[in-house]
């Protein structure tokens, strides 16, 4: 498909990075490694925001860099938060598993089964890996591959390469790949169960308590599933490799680091860890579970032609027009002829004497009227520091609820606890206030619908000791 080379793409919030490259037996032989640097608010948590952007920058990166790479066939990463990966596991060998899995899927996923994508691969009988991402995102990818002159080949969710780079190892193991965020991916019989991504606010030689909370978070929501048997194996991957072994093997983790490729960016001045994810794709084939690209037309006006149109002949507007003229003036005409026989001082229309009284007296009223009328109050200026909040993770996403905490807390809002839902089964983030602290809706609604879809839940309890619940859903 791609003869001896790979190309393969990956973007960050930041970035764009692609990487021409062959696994070998002894590691990859590199021919290329290249990056675009993104404007601001292009791409926001690994989801494309400015499309026309991200699609000019696409573009003008592989003109700029079409000699090095040497080919428009490439392999699109697909960004974790982009993608829903899970394990549908039966008691008994399904007659219909497309059928099976999507009703056990309807009840796991955290958007809309109707707007989705569903691959699958059969890994057993009974086990079956499943990887769901939305419609509108595969084309919105395909539509912006294809007119920035590429072709693309497939579309890889990102913690699905993952368990390539181990290999065939049944224990189950914690994959932490590490690049501008973390991306945890839980691994059971060689299935990915689950993932998630992580945005550190520091460093991550700083950030030693988030990642552990991270960790604890998942092996006690997603972990203790699948497997009672406390989970021993880490595999880090990318950046501060290093520093995520030592940190990890002290909490006593049997941490292992995949594909150091310390030496050979000394020895090339490439930072190899900057783009692992485009790297790991390397090692896709077409037993890789992924997403074919969506084939969307290129203008809709292509698609259905408008009519032909003949030469405009003046005369066919013309014609109406007259004859419209001239029945408006028939039927008004008594109007017409009542109006210049009436005699008025005017010369026009006679004034009603009762109605001008009526107009001079409300004239005159008029600003006594308004020196009555009291000055209006100055509206309340509306304080967030004045709301309380409690935060609760609905989403089962590892870090979620932190994250909105830090994005509440940025907005000057008070934060009274953080935790988990009763479930994980929030689609979107539900927002609950007091009848008494009506007044922050608005402003509340604005300021998050920046980064989360919501919907307004019943009015929160006077009794509680907090203004605001948020339960923060999977979009």
Do not use: C
């Not at 690994?46 to 990166?61: C, D, H, V, W």
């Not at 595999?235 to 292992?256: C, D, I, P, R, W």
């Amino acid at each position: 498909m791609f003869g001896a080379k790979i190309a393969t793409l990956t973007f960050t919030d930041t970035a764009i990075k692609a990487v021409l490259a062959r696994p070998t037996s002894k590691g990859f032989k590199i021919s290329f490694l290249g990056k675009k640097g993104l404007p601001a608010s292009t791409v926001f948590n690994g989801r494309i925001i400015n499309e026309s952007i991200f699609q000019e920058a696409l573009k003008t990166f592989y003109l700029e860099n079409y000699e090095k790479l040497k080919t428009r066939d490439i392999v699109l990463g697909l960004n974790e938060p982009e993608v829903f990966v899970n394990n549908i596991k039966f008691d008994e060998k399904p007659k219909d598993p497309t059928k099976e899995i999507i009703a056990k899927l309807s009840l796991l996923l955290p958007f809309d089964l109707n707007a989705a994508k569903i691959v699958y691969n059969k890994v057993s009988e009974k086990n079956y890996q499943i990887t769901t991402a939305k419609t509108a995102t595969l084309s919105q990818l395909s539509r912006i591959v294809r007119d920035a002159g590429l072709s693309l080949v497939a579309i890889v969710p990102i913690p699905i390469i993952f368990p390539r780079l181990i290999g065939s190892q049944k224990t189950p193991y914690l994959f932490i790949s590490s690049e501008e965020d973390l991306v945890f991916s839980l691994v059971v019989d060689n299935i990915v169960v689950f993932s998630s991504t992580y945005t550190l606010k520091n460093q991550l030689a700083e950030s030693e308590k988030e990642v552990l909370l991270a960790v604890s978070e998942i092996i006690e929501l997603e972990y203790k599933k699948y497997v009672q048997e406390p989970l021993k194996n880490v595999f880090v991957y990318g950046k501060g490799a290093e520093f995520l072994k030592s940190f990890l093997n002290a909490k006593n983790f049997n941490t292992q680091i995949i594909l150091d490729s310390g030496e050979s960016s000394k020895q090339t001045g490439y930072d190899f860890a900057d783009y692992s994810r485009a790297i790991a794709l390397s090692y896709y084939d077409r037993e890789v579970l992924s997403f074919p690209k969506f084939e969307t037309s290129k203008n809709i006006s292509s698609a259905s032609k408008p009519p032909k149109r003949g030469r405009f002949k003046p005369l066919y507007l013309i014609l109406p027009l007259i004859a419209l003229v001239l029945a408006g003036g028939i039927l008004l005409w008594p109007n017409f002829k009542e109006a210049l026989l009436s005699p008025s001082k005017n010369g026009g229309i006679p004034i009603s004497k009762e109605t001008t009284t009526s107009s001079q007296k409300q004239k005159e009223a008029t600003p006594e009227a308004e020196k009555k009328k009291p000055e209006p109050e100055p509206k309340k200026q509306i304080s967030r520091s004045d709301f309380s909040v409690k935060i609760l993770n609905g989403s089962g996403i590892a870090g979620a609820a932190g994250k909105m905490r830090d994005f509440v807390s940025s907005k000057g809002y008070t934060i009274e606890s953080v935790g988990n839902a009763e479930n994980f089964n929030h689609q979107t983030t539900t927002v609950q206030i007091k009848n008494s602290r009506k007044g922050i809706s608005s402003l509340l609604t604005k300021d998050l619908e920046e980064r989360y879809s919501i919907n307004i839940g019943s009015p929160l309890s006077e009794s509680e000791q907090f203004d605001i619940l948020l339960i923060v859903g999977g979009e």
